[in-house]
């Protein structure tokens, strides 16, 4: 079965310092692996996602995120923090099979200290 | 082109009501999913359905939790005799076929029972 967790709940950076939000993941076929973005009362936005090919994925606003399979990690950087980044970000995990079932981690909620 | 609509975004119930909880996917899209939402946690999959058809629904509690998606109309989510335990943001979200993972979801529905 497939299952996702997110190393710390809550991250909080400084406004152009480094964004580092850690996932990993567990699969029992090659993953496909994605971050989802959640502003406060809103539904979800991909931010960027891993099928194949290239291991190093960029996203929308400036994230990108590594697959890193011998770790079986994907995790999300920024180089530069915005006050607008902050925002609940959800990584996830989905096994290619007759459906698209996407299984979510808990989340880490980014704060962002102008 | 509009995205996914949820109605109602509020939803308040006394115990041992009913719930509905209406969903309208994106145009041309004919996969919907339901999550559930529970603070400090992450998304929970519920059901996945199309058209007329239930595909995967590992995650519905087996008693009062039923889901639909008919041929014309929106999907709905129904919640009988609710109970506290069922206070949480439900999230539905659609996708394209072939378009792995990529979900679109809609601003979800807060049902509060009181």
């Given at each position: 079965?497939?299952?996702?967790?997110?190393?710390?709940?809550?991250?909080?950076?400084?406004?152009?310092?480094?964004?580092?939000?850690?996932?990993?993941?567990?699969?029992?076929?090659?993953?496909?692996?994605?971050?989802?973005?959640?502003?406060?009362?809103?539904?979800?936005?991909?931010?960027?996602?891993?099928?194949?090919?290239?291991?190093?994925?960029?996203?929308?606003?400036?994230?990108?995120?590594?697959?890193?399979?011998?770790?079986?990690?994907?995790?999300?950087?920024?180089?530069?923090?915005?006050?607008?980044?902050?925002?609940?970000?959800?990584?996830?995990?989905?096994?290619?099979?007759?459906?698209?079932?996407?299984?979510?981690?808990?989340?880490?909620?980014?704060?962002?200290?102008? | 082109?509009?995205?996914?609509?949820?109605?109602?975004?509020?939803?308040?119930?006394?115990?041992?009501?009913?719930?509905?909880?209406?969903?309208?996917?994106?145009?041309?899209?004919s996969?919907?999913?339901?999550?559930?939402?529970?603070?400090?946690?992450?998304?929970?999959?519920?059901?996945?359905?199309q058209k007329e058809?239930?595909?995967?629904?590992?995650?519905?509690?087996?008693?009062?939790?039923?889901?639909?998606?008919?041929k014309?109309?929106?999907?709905?989510?129904?919640?009988?005799?609710?109970?506290?335990?069922?206070?949480?943001?439900?999230?539905?979200?659609?996708?394209?076929?072939?378009?792995?993972?990529?979900?679109?979801?809609?601003?979800?529905?807060?049902?509060?029972?009181?």
């Amino acid at each position: 079965a497939q299952s996702v967790t997110q190393l710390g709940s809550h991250v909080s950076v400084s406004e152009g310092a480094l964004v580092l939000l850690r996932c990993n993941y567990s699969s029992s076929v090659p993953p496909y692996l994605f971050w989802y973005v959640q502003y406060p009362n809103q539904g979800l936005q991909l931010l960027l996602k891993y099928t194949t090919g290239a291991t190093l994925v960029k996203g929308i606003n400036g994230f990108e995120a590594e697959f890193k399979k011998s770790e079986t990690s994907f995790h999300l950087t920024k180089p530069s923090a915005h006050m607008s980044d902050a925002a609940e970000y959800f990584c996830a995990v989905s096994e290619k099979t007759s459906y698209d079932k996407v299984i979510f981690g808990p989340g880490t909620s980014l704060s962002v200290i102008p | 082109n509009a995205g996914v609509m949820q109605n109602p975004r509020h939803l308040v119930r006394r115990r041992g009501q009913e719930a509905r909880l209406r969903c309208s996917p994106m145009k041309g899209h004919s996969h919907v999913y339901w999550y559930r939402q529970l603070p400090e946690e992450g998304l929970k999959f519920m059901v996945y359905l199309q058209k007329e058809n239930i595909i995967d629904e590992s995650g519905m509690p087996k008693e009062r939790f039923s889901a639909e998606f008919p041929k014309e109309g929106p999907s709905i989510l129904r919640i009988q005799q609710v109970v506290r335990g069922d206070s949480a943001a439900y999230f539905c979200a659609s996708s394209p076929q072939g378009d792995v993972g990529k979900l679109f979801f809609g601003s979800g529905t807060q049902l509060s029972v009181l």
